[in-house]
């Protein structure tokens, strides 16, 4: 049977971006069925050209542009080429039915990569017969 | 066998503190038997007169009024009210000891809802045969 | 069969260094077999001279002192102490290689507690197996 882990992701600083994609995209290629599901800050990621302009938090925020910079020369991708990586590799994309109505985010703002849009009791769903659950 | 699923609550802010009510409500009301334990800023969350006076954090805070007023017209519990949900559900509070001596909180300064204070160990024993552990 | 917990530490301030060490201690305690993967902000903990200058967050900075000597009053170990009875306990230190790619930090750099220099994947697989995984 393949295991489950399912990774909630609720921060949309660019720190907090790269752990769950690289934690998804490595599951999966051990062989994993991964699901993420994008709740509050996180669910900016999904948001339509915002993956690409995710900053680092607070006062390092001025940090950003060196980060990715140093990023780039050492080849690890950027937070958009990791949704298609994690697409790629069946991860499931999930974004949080209540944090759009907080947040007025219409499903047309979304990238088309989202696989669905889903309230919290179908992600404990998924979540309650995984073999990890991760809060980031 | 009733399954266990315990959280970890360690932020103050009010956008950390909904995950964590969110997510022990619903699965508390898909069956599990859910402990969640207070620690480090999320003890505020348990003091008499706090739950409700949660801000948004850093510069983000001036907004916390305006998510407020958003997620009352869309009948989002507050945090108080999420408290009395998850105690009517049956999920447990309990308060570190440790954060308590630490922030120099007594006994009679928190809510009655809480069912306990209790040490890091009680409450690993707890997590140690749960299905799900999560720290937020 | 000893059961094993996996705790990924990526926060670098003084407040969520505490948590996983705590966790790693108690769980080692009660005859857990605990690995700890440092990665972002928390490989900061495993570099020399580092760990006993965190600091709280943001504007709580200044309060970063009063804090410490109230741990201190309470017995509670500094940081650098809690690596020494992590390591007595059995617990393995882990630094994430990718973070010390993006940070230019020289596996010299490092304070000789650690255990090994690890990625992503190795690291997943030690999580894949074991009974409790948390993200700090």
């Given at each position: 049977?393949?295991e ?6 609720s921060?949309?600083?660019?720190d ?16 994993f ?12 990621i ?10 680092l938090?607070g006062a390092m ?8 910079k ?6 690890i ?16 994309l999930?974004a ?7 947040m007025?985010?219409?499903?047309e ?9 889903v ?18």
């Amino acid at each position: 049977m393949v295991e489950k882990m399912c990774i909630i992701v609720s921060k949309g600083t660019l720190d907090m971006a790269y752990p769950p994609f690289i934690l998804a995209t490595t599951a999966a290629a051990m062989g994993f069925d991964v699901h993420m599901f994008f709740t509050f800050w996180g669910l900016n990621i999904l948001v339509k050209g915002k993956a690409d302009k995710l900053k680092l938090p607070g006062a390092m925020s001025l940090f950003t542009g060196m980060m990715k910079k140093k990023m780039k020369k050492l080849n690890i991708p950027s937070i958009s080429e990791f949704i298609k990586k994690a697409k790629e590799a069946g991860v499931k994309l999930y974004a949080c039915e209540t944090t759009m109505q907080v947040m007025d985010i219409k499903p047309e703002d979304l990238i088309p990569e989202v696989d669905n849009i889903v309230g919290a009791s179908t992600f404990m769903d998924l979540a309650s017969d995984s073999k990890m659950v991760l809060f980031i």
